[in-house]
């Protein structure tokens, strides 16, 4: 049996949902192959033949070059990450799954091997999100609904839904994209999908026009295929075709990806010629293929326009599983791709959990041989620099940029004088320089580039302000602004899933309900610090936990008191002395106003919060 059954069918549910060969319970992943037969008529052949990617550090070809594989550094957890969705060269979307729930954060390149999470993505529909595609100002996404049909409503939480409780149900989304905004989405309104069929991972063209999917709706070769749909004049797309049996097999084919140059489309495979599950293939695209795409329909014969998959071999595909390629550039010399081979070997069972981002990479061969040096003709030199055309400006790279700013009261707007800037590396515990502000609030500091700064800024009589940093080498100016604001009474915005209060999501909110990308740990450590500052003037600090309007008033109430108690337990594990801390819950009586055009989701997450109020001797 392939080694395809080591993946929990919860991906069933998600943008990242995949229709396995299987004989696995839902939420249960063997990590040996013990099942019987697969069901249905799926028999790959082993593969061999030469790797794609070439890793032998070997100078003496004639290439000059070889390849690496590396585990991306800053988004790998224990948890699962599925995907890199490049924006452009250096910012992409990272899908991942945390408690069961699938999500997606913006990330920024800080090295070919390195990401820094930043933040969250706004105007998403509710539920559980998949994979996207982006092209410009277009992306293309999955969403899975987090209510489940089938549960029997005991309580107002039990409508939600993990990502074991339903299967298929994914939809395929188009939508406008700025920055880390959607707006405009619509749903792709596909005629030929029945409720409880699955369509997933989207994959725009180059010139966006075209869309590849994965889907498990009749119409197929076996398990589940990838379809294309096309746009009308309007920009819209309406209609899908099966792509053939060139690459669709017997087995399951998932995550397309197309080459930015459009001549490649790589997809993953449990059938054909395997490493051993699901394996990352390529098949050529003809240029025929773009040429004649409004032409395309019903009766198309599609192997004309690809070619016969091939593999890409070890060591990229391994006897475990590998997932959703994607490159922001040429994918023959850089490729990222999401795989559970590291996965922990001690146990037979697991519940989830195992996939992480790699990246394989070209790197030229290091020689200590010194270049061979030839006698200089200076009148030769100069008559022929006077023939060479003008070279185009280079763009400067900058080590180090400074940062200026001003620090403000947030209710008044007046500059605070004294104010403590902190800077401190986001993956070290110490602090790199600390700042006091002059009498008119302003403050200027270096910071170096392609580093990743957590800077807070706090006084004794106010709670802190602090921002994420990470300015790229190529930065356009020489200096970066950056103002704080400091509240007289602080909110810590500890996102909890429904109905828990000791088991918080990792990323904390910001005032718009978006994650930061800053973990509720680090962000309780800050808040300790703030406390800290001043403890031996603080006379108490009272923390109101507050909750959204769903369920009782009673319940809430409780709930509110639950989490602000698991607030203080943490600030006193970190050593903010217990005897300052007092706690009340105000559930869901003390409100905030709801946004303009604010959909109810954000508006609930940002109604879920802990607020606190200093009172000095």
Not at 214 to 239: C, H, M, N, P, Q
Not at 262 to 287: C, Q
Not at 334 to 343: E, H, I, K, T, V
Not at 468 to 476: A, G, K, N, Q
Request: proline residues 5%; glycine residues 6%.
């Amino acid at each position: 049996m392939v080694k395809s059954t080591r993946i929990s069918m919860y991906l069933l549910i998600l943008g990242l949902s995949i229709s396995l060969i299987s004989c696995i319970y839902p939420g249960v992943k063997l990590k040996v192959p013990d099942c019987p037969q697969p069901s249905q008529n799926c028999y790959p052949q082993k593969w061999s033949g030469k790797p794609e990617y070439d890793t032998v550090k070997n100078n003496t070809r004639s290439t000059g070059y070889y390849f690496q594989i590396d585990k991306i550094k800053g988004i790998n957890t224990p948890d699962d990450e599925w995907q890199i969705a490049f924006v452009n060269a250096n910012e992409a979307l990272i899908t991942f799954s945390e408690s069961n729930f699938n999500k997606v954060m913006t990330a920024r390149k800080i090295a070919v091997n390195e990401f820094a999470i930043e933040k969250g993505i706004r105007g998403l529909e509710d539920g559980h999100t998949g994979i996207f595609s982006i092209n410009k100002n277009k992306a293309a996404y999955t969403v899975s609904p987090n209510k489940n049909p089938n549960f029997v409503k005991k309580h107002y939480y039990d409508e939600l839904a993990t990502t074991e409780s339903i299967t298929g149900r994914s939809k395929i989304y188009i939508s406008n994209f700025s920055g880390s905004r959607l707006s405009e989405s619509y749903e792709f309104d596909d005629p030929d999908l029945k409720e409880l069929d699955w369509n997933g991972h989207p994959a725009l063209s180059p010139d966006g026009k075209v869309f590849f999917f994965a889907s498990d709706k009749d119409g197929g070769e076996g398990g589940t295929d990838i379809w294309l749909a096309i746009s009308d004049k309007k920009g819209v797309f309406y209609r899908s075709f099966n792509i053939g049996k060139v690459i669709n097999s017997k087995c399951d084919e998932v995550s397309p990806f197309v080459a930015s140059n459009g001549k490649r489309l790589y997809f993953s495979s449990a059938g054909h010629n395997t490493v051993g599950g699901y394996d990352i293939f390529y098949s050529e695209i003809y240029p025929s293929f773009w040429l004649e795409i409004d032409k395309i329909d019903e009766k198309t014969e599609f192997s004309k326009y690809f070619s016969v998959p091939v593999n890409l071999g070890t060591p990229v595909n391994t006897p475990y599983d590998e997932l959703f390629p994607s490159s922001p550039g040429d994918c023959s010399e850089l490729l990222y791709y999401s795989s559970n081979q590291a996965q922990s070997a001690s146990g037979i069972i697991e519940s989830a959990g195992g996939f992480d981002i790699y990246v394989i990479h070209k790197l030229p061969f290091t020689t200590d041989k010194k270049p061979e040096t030839k006698p200089i003709d200076i009148a030769k030199t100069n008559l022929e620099e006077t023939k060479k055309p003008l070279a185009e400006p280079e763009t400067i790279s900058k080590s180090e940029i400074t940062v200026k700013g001003s620090v403000y009261d947030k209710n008044t707007n007046h500059p605070i004088d004294s104010a403590l800037v902190s800077v401190r590396k986001e993956q070290s515990d110490q602090v790199e320089m600390d700042i006091h502000t002059n009498r008119f609030g302003k403050f200027e500091f270096p910071i170096e580039t392609n580093v990743q700064y957590e800077i807070t800024a706090q006084k004794n009589e106010y709670f802190f302000d602090s921002k994420r940093v990470l300015l790229p080498s190529d930065f356009s100016q020489d200096t970066a602004d950056l103002n704080f604001y400091l509240p007289e009474i602080g909110e810590i915005r500890i996102n909890f899933p429904t109905d828990e209060y000791n088991n918080p999501y990792k990323y904390t909110l910001d005032t718009n309900g978006i994650e930061t990308g800053r973990y509720w740990l680090d962000e309780l450590k800050l808040v300790a610090g703030n406390i800290m500052l001043s403890v031996d003037r603080i006379d108490k600090i009272i923390l109101v936990g507050h909750t959204d309007d769903v369920g009782t008033d009673d319940y809430n109430m409780g709930l509110g008191q639950r989490r602000v108690n698991f607030v203080i337990d943490e600030l006193v594990k970190i050593g903010v002395p217990r005897e300052i801390l007092f706690a009340r819950s105000a559930g869901e009586r003390e409100p905030l106003t709801r946004n303009l055009q604010e959909d109810i989701v954000t508006f609930r997450k940002r109604l879920r919060r802990v607020t606190m109020e200093k009172f000095f001797k």
